[in-house]
């Protein structure tokens, strides 16, 4: 079964310096039919203006992962951490018990560019914890990047849940099948460009969401970047 999420049906909130999609519902923004995806919460895609961004917000028993798409991004939390982003990087925010963060644009020449992907804790009340990345992209064509995990695995970064979050790269004709585990389920996004997922065309910003299904088929139709959330229903 197969949920198509068209990019032209996503929330949106515009404001001076913000421009933000939303494929769950989010904020002010309010659709009953997109709530989330099982613990999958939030999947919002940002551009800020320069010098502009987020500033400190609580959150808890969350696990937010930024991947910044282009320009960069300061993120400052109040366990201590204060870094800057570039484009390919990614940040894994486990706000657990409670943690105070802001997301600012750094750069004085390039709007901020990011998504961010937000998933319900495991448990309620958990330490909180940071960790950072480089996305290398060369080592994801054709073939899928394990991002994230519950469990210890290569350089993915572990999350407080039984999500895994996986990214690929396809090549126009390219074909990439994903083996989706009994009882998972899983929310498909193109980054960018398209692809077909079966007999349905997704472009930029559409997303998929997919249940009892053994297997995921995609066909690269034009460059592709495109970021699979698997959880466990």
Not at 8 to 30: A, D, I, M, V
Not at 106 to 119: V, Y
């Amino acid at each position: 079964m197969i949920h198509l999420r068209p990019d032209s049906e996503r929330g949106s909130t515009k404001w001076s310096w913000l421009e933000s999609r939303h494929t769950f519902s989010f904020g002010e923004y309010y659709d009953p039919r997109f709530c989330g995806w099982g613990v999958l919460r939030f999947l919002n895609e940002d551009r800020i203006a320069l010098g502009m961004g987020f500033g400190m917000q609580p959150h808890r028993d969350l696990d937010i992962l930024t991947v910044v798409l282009s320009g960069s991004l300061l993120h400052k939390d109040s366990l201590g951490n204060e870094c800057v982003l570039q484009s390919g990087d990614m940040q894994l925010l486990s706000s657990g018990e409670g943690v105070l963060h802001s997301e600012m644009n750094a750069s004085t020449e390039e709007t901020l560019h990011l998504l961010q992907i937000g998933i319900e804790a495991r448990h309620k009340g958990l330490p909180p914890n940071y960790q950072i990345g480089t996305f290398a992209a060369e080592n994801c064509v054709g073939g899928w990047c394990l991002v994230a995990s519950p469990n210890e695995e290569a350089d993915a970064f572990v999350i407080q849940q039984d999500a895994w979050i996986w990214r690929t790269l396809l090549a126009p004709e390219g074909e990439i099948r994903f083996a989706l585990a009994s009882g998972h389920s899983a929310w498909l996004h193109v980054v960018s460009g398209s692809v077909l997922l079966e007999n349905h065309l997704l472009k930029t910003g559409d997303g998929a969401g997919i249940k009892d299904e053994p297997e995921i088929v995609l066909e690269g139709c034009e460059p592709a970047e495109v970021m699979l959330i698997e959880l466990r229903a």
